[in-house]
Antibody, heavy 120, light 110 residues
Framework: EVYLVESGGGLIQPGGSLRLSCSAS????????MSWVRQAPGKGLEWVSA???????FYADSVKGRFTISRDNSKNTLYLQMNSLRVDDTAIYYC??????????????WGQGTLVTVSS | FMLTQPHSVSASPGKTVTISCTRS????????VHWYQQRPGSAPAPVIY?????PSGVPDRFSGSIDSSSNSASLTISDLKTEDEADYFC??????????FGGGSKLTVL
């Protein structure tokens, strides 16, 4: 069974930066379509960013220019660098593996999530 | 476009419930719709992919369909069990390098 474990969440002031990590087990992140999806407290799911196997990066309009997705193949880990954080970025951040091809894919599995709280 | 779901649905154990996911613009059949179940305190997990396919391990009580006349997708759960009580989200591709999720539907099994 494949696993994803996120880390790096915490309390951060508005305007601050945070880097989330997603460690993958039993499959290589560099040959799959990997995404970050967030969920604000009591709210629905919002796709945030994706990194495709070929290296293409995609972002939701709400985070474009502030967040950067990347991966370290040697550590088999996906990252999300979050800069200029805003109160409305407060959410549980999940990483998820895409199944299928590109944007035709669906997400399975998901990690357990890491909570990011942006507050002064 | 947006995917609109009912905020909540409910039914009794053993009954059948259907959750809709209506696409606001464009045609629902343009891109596959996927469905996720999220139990309280847990991460989402897929229950239907590519409109009507079930991932391994998902019981055949779960089924999906597309209705072009209403421009919507539907998730149907038959023979409801208390363990089905959860939030359900639909998801699709917007054709412009973004994924879109529906707002989610809370299923209560009375």
């Amino acid at each position: 069974e494949v696993y994803l474990v996120e880390s790096g969440g915490g309390l951060i002031q508005p305007g601050g930066s945070l880097r989330l990590s997603c460690s993958a087990s039993r499959f290589p992140v560099n040959i799959h379509y990997m995404s970050w999806v967030r969920q604000a407290p009591g709210k629905g799911l919002e796709w945030v960013s994706a990194l495709f196997s070929g290296g293409d990066r995609f972002y939701a309009d709400s985070v474009k220019g502030r967040f950067t997705i990347s991966r370290d193949n040697s550590k088999n880990t996906l990252y999300l660098q979050m800069n200029s954080l805003r109160v409305d970025d407060t959410a549980i951040y999940y990483c998820a593996k895409g199944v299928g091809f590109g944007f035709l894919s669906w997400f399975d599995p998901w990690g357990q999530g890491t909570l990011v709280t942006v507050s002064s | 476009f947006m995917l609109t779901q009912p905020h909540s649905v409910s039914a009794s154990p053993g009954k059948t419930v259907t959750i809709s996911c209506t696409r606001s613009s464009g045609t629902i059949a343009s891109n596959h719709v996927h469905w996720y179940q999220q139990r309280p305190g847990s991460a989402p997990a897929p229950v239907i992919y590519d409109d009507n396919q079930r991932p391994s391990g998902v019981p055949d009580r779960f089924s999906g369909s597309i209705d072009s006349s209403s421009n919507s997708a539907s998730l149907t759960i038959s023979d409801l069990k208390t363990e089905d009580e959860a939030d359900y989200f639909c998801q699709s591709y917007d054709g412009n390098n973004h994924w879109v999720f529906g707002g989610g539907s809370k299923l209560t099994v009375l």
